[in-house]
Nanobody, 125 residues
Framework: QVQLVESGGGLVKAGGSLRLDCLAT????????MAWFRQAPGKEREFVAAISWSGARTYLSNSVKGRFTISRDNAKNTVYLHLASLRPEDTAFYYCAAEPYGEITTLTTSSVQYWGQGTQVTVSS
């Protein structure tokens, strides 16, 4: 059983930056495709970014491409989401997700097997 714990959320001004961390325990971290999703109040959870098990491939949604970066450290069982040039519309609860041997371009809220509890990111204008 995989457990995911996010950290690093907070309040930041528009244009600012944050880094979210997700620590995985249990299972074999290096075999999981890892992803970040987010959910704003009153909206459905949406895909943000994903990274392959090796870290060689990444995939980002159009809304964050060029501003966010996803990376991982398999030695630390941790995946990171680097958020830059933040906008008020990036305000949401951000969730870490893991899918064993997942294909990063097809991860969805219904296909991902493991979820973290989430961390809040609030961007003020």
């Amino acid at each position: 059983q995989v457990q995911l714990v996010e950290s690093g959320g907070g309040l930041v001004k528009a244009g600012g930056s944050l880094r979210l961390d997700c620590l995985a325990t249990g299972g074999t971290f290096s075999s999981y495709a890892m992803a970040w999703f987010r959910q704003a109040p009153g909206k459905e959870r949406e895909f943000v970014a994903a990274i392959s098990w090796s870290g060689a491939r990444t995939y980002l949604s159009n809304s964050v491409k060029g501003r966010f970066t996803i990376s991982r450290d398999n030695a630390k069982n941790t995946v990171y989401l680097h958020l830059a040039s933040l906008r008020p519309e990036d305000t949401a609860f951000y969730y870490c997700a893991a899918e064993p041997y997942g294909e990063i371009t097809t991860l969805t809220t219904s296909s991902v097997q493991y979820w973290g509890q989430g961390t809040q990111v609030t961007v003020s204008s």
